[in-house]
């Protein structure tokens, strides 16, 4: 079993920043996938970006240029350094612990950042 912790959200004003954190523990496999997705409000859950463990990432296109994921495998965390944020990127983000070949995914329970206009 994975468990995973995420931290970080909270309120901040359009052009602000925050910085997510996500801390898996328990049977963490070595050769996995970390990273974020998101859900607002009556909207399906999307990418926001994900990271391998050498160094190999995928983002969302709301989030390109704005958004960095990074790592600290030895911790086996994951951060988000979200910065310009924008009221649309409201949302609960959710840490992902993804194993390749395996199944299943593990999902934290959430972090709330809300932007405000």
């Known amino acids: 079993q994975v468990q995973l912790v995420e931290s970080g959200g909270g309120l901040v004003q359009a052009g602000g920043s925050l910085r997510l954190s996500c801390a898996a523990s328990?049977?963490?496999?070595?050769?996995?996938?970390m990273g974020w997705y998101r859900q607002a409000p009556e909207k399906q859950r999307e990418l926001v970006a994900t990271m391998t463990r050498n160094g190999i990432t995928n983002y969302g296109d709301s989030v390109k240029g704005r958004f960095t994921i990074s790592r600290e495998n030895a911790k086996n965390t994951v951060y988000l350094q979200m910065n310009s944020l924008k009221p649309e990127d409201t949302a609960i983000y959710y840490c992902?612990?993804?194993?390749?070949?395996?199944?299943?995914?593990?999902w934290g329970k959430g972090t709330l950042v809300t932007v405000s206009s």
């Open positions: 328990g049977t963490v496999s070595s050769l996995n996938v």
């Open positions: 992902v612990f993804r194993r390749p070949t395996m199944n299943p995914d593990y």
